[in-house]
């Protein structure tokens, strides 16, 4: 019985959401260097970003609340790992569109190799390509 109701009811994640000093500026950041579609404008102003595999992403306007000191095992949400078909291949990509590399790669836990990198913003991200199916898609 252990996940049988939540295999029928819980779906996945249908999008992180990241609270941005300049929303419209940072929705064309991953518009454009990460290639997320840019779906749907609120007047708040809110964007919906979608990718390649229809994974969205909200991009919503931060409050006045001091951005806190994170790193990766900081208490909380850490980072939004995006998926890649070729990792040297994304990586060259992103060395081309100047990210912010914040390490080197490493192997990714469950097999394959992740690079942490940040948005213009300071918000955690990294590139992953998996060795195997963690998913079971």
């Known amino acids: 019985m252990n996940g049988e109701l939540g295999n029928q009811v819980f779906l996945g994640i249908d ?3 990241v609270a941005a000093a300049d929303v419209d500026a940072l929705a064309e950041w991953y518009s454009a260097t990460l290639g997320y579609a840019k779906v749907f404008r609120h007047e708040k102003p809110v964007w919906i970003l979608r990718a390649a595999d229809g994974t969205l992403i909200e991009i919503m306007p931060r409050d006045t609340t001091p951005r806190p ?5 900081t208490p909380g949400w850490s980072h939004v790992a995006i ?13 081309e569109r100047g990210v912010a590399w914040t390490g080197e790669v490493s192997q990714a836990v469950g097999g394959g190799k992740v690079r942490n990198f940040t948005d213009p913003e300071g918000n955690l991200l990294q590139i992953l390509q998996r060795t195997n199916d963690l998913a079971g898609a």
Request: charged share 40%; no cysteine.
């Open 15 to 17: 999008h992180p959401a």
């Open 69 to 73: 000191e994170r790193t990766t095992w």
């Open 83 to 95: 998926r890649v078909s070729d990792f040297d291949a994304a990586e060259r990509l992103l060395d």
